[in-house]
């Protein structure tokens, strides 16, 4: 009130700021930030000195009396913008008329609602269910995988076995170091694709319950490389098998030869023969070498299953370690995994919902209006006529003042904009206002949402 006063006083300014008070608040509650905007501006215009003065000043006929000339421009302005925002709400409201009075609109929106509550619904559901179906995916991976392991292990011990029954050892006794390290290698990398292919399967089903847009793409398992896996199993010595020392080696090849002398002197003295003493060295030297040839061909072979063996032993030892910590890494993937999609599979369900909420909620609020089409039409048409009112004042404040009656028909105008205003208020009070504070009809404007 001080920047109006240092102008002097105006029914007209005061006018202007009530008409763009009203049209303000249609504005707002249509959501028009262009037109608040422009409608703040004029606001501004009418209370702020130094632009009274500068229209004053810039205003034909300049006589040094700034209140005058500059209330008139400046109120003119404000007019025009509210004969501005008033077309184009009223066009706002039209067009709201127009679609509420569309034939097929109810059952447009009646379809919508369906479609969007069948949707809802079905994702509710799905979302429930989703945490089962990755679990009991993940639960088959592991089990797939154990079953598989188990049985190339299976296959690779049948194959070593045969390799040492067939004598193809190395030096300390089992396969090839080499042979076995890299068939090792080759079933830890086959697990591994297994374990990917298999979690990459999990995510489809997922999403394949959920009907998610895309599926989600999976890390690398985290899981040590077959070679570092392989040359890191630990060594599992088995029994040394005690070797026994030459002395008793040869004891065991020479008491067979011995029995095989003696038995021949015993048999030809038992019997009674008369044998010449060349013979009787002969047969006593056959039955040696016999004998001690028997033995010592058992002794070997007895060595050879020694070491058959402690060959299997260490085998299976290795086989056990080699299952042992694939098994655990192929777990520890597979969880690292499962925690990755249970993740980003929740990420999305939490950001589809509140969507479909929304969605929902958006629907019902457009289908709800179709049961109150006549009350909205009713609002309609009464705002337009407030909008007529309001462009009638306006068109009252852009009519031209002589400067010589200026001080005498600002009376005139206010006591116009009286009747004005108050034919607003019976406007005003026949509709539901907006607010506690509503007192003039364009607070009806709330109904045009687009």
Request: charged share 20%; hydrophobic share 45%; proline share 5%.
């Amino acid at each position: 009130m001080n920047a109006i006063q240092d102008v002097g006083p105006s029914a007209q300014v005061a006018a202007a700021h009530k008409l763009l008070a009203e049209v303000l608040q249609g504005a707002e509650a249509n959501d028009r930030p262009d037109l608040i905007a422009r409608l703040r501006a004029a606001q501004a215009a009418l209370v702020d000195p130094m632009i009274l003065r500068r229209h004053a000043a810039t205003a034909p006929g300049h006589t040094g009396n700034t209140g005058v000339a500059g209330n008139s421009d400046v109120v003119r302005a404000a007019a025009a913008q509210v004969l501005r925002a008033a077309d184009s709400l009223a066009a706002d409201l039209k067009v709201r008329r127009a679609t509420l009075t569309d034939p097929v609109r109810a059952a447009r929106l009646s379809a919508e609602l369906a479609d969007v509550k069948a949707r809802h619904d079905r994702f509710t559901a799905a979302s429930r269910e989703w945490q089962y179906v990755l679990s009991d995916g993940f639960a088959g991976v592991n089990s797939d995988l154990e079953f598989y392991l188990r049985a190339r292990i299976r296959e690779i011990r049948t194959e070593a076995e045969l390799a040492i029954a067939g004598g193809k050892l190395s030096s300390d006794g089992a396969p090839s170091p080499a042979w076995l390290n890299q068939r090792l290698a080759t079933e830890a990398d086959l697990v591994y694709r297994r374990l990917r292919d298999g979690a990459g399967r999990v995510a489809v089903q997922v999403a394949t319950h959920l009907r998610l847009p895309a599926v989600h793409r999976l890390p690398a398992a985290a899981a040590t490389r077959p070679d570092r896996l392989v040359a890191a199993l630990p060594t599992r010595l088995s029994v040394p098998r005690g070797r026994a020392p030459l002395p008793a080696r040869l004891l065991t090849v020479f008491m067979p030869s011995y029995g095989g002398v003696m038995m021949t002197l015993i048999l030809s003295r038992f019997l009674g023969l008369a044998l010449p003493g060349w013979l009787i060295a002969v047969c006593a030297a056959t039955g040696a070498l016999l004998l001690g040839g028997a033995a010592f061909t058992g002794d070997r072979s007895r060595q050879q299953e020694l070491l058959r063996a402690e060959a299997t032993t260490h085998l299976r030892t290795t086989l056990e370690e080699f299952q042992l910590a694939l098994g655990k890494q192929a777990r520890d993937a597979a969880r690292v995994l499962q925690q990755d999609l249970r993740r980003a599979t929740a990420d999305v369900v939490t950001g589809m919902g509140n969507g479909l909420t929304a969605e929902l909620a958006t629907a019902r609020a457009a289908a709800d209006t179709t049961r109150r089409v006549s009350t909205e039409l009713a609002h309609i048409t009464s705002d337009l006529e407030a909008l007529a009112g309001l462009r009638k004042r306006a068109s009252a404040l852009l009519k031209p003042a002589s400067a010589g009656s200026a001080g005498s028909s600002t009376g005139p105008a206010g006591s116009s904009a009286g009747p004005a205003s108050s034919s607003a208020g019976p406007a005003g009070s026949s509709a539901a206002p907006a607010g506690p504070g509503a007192r003039t009809r364009p607070t009806k404007l709330a109904l045009v949402t687009g």
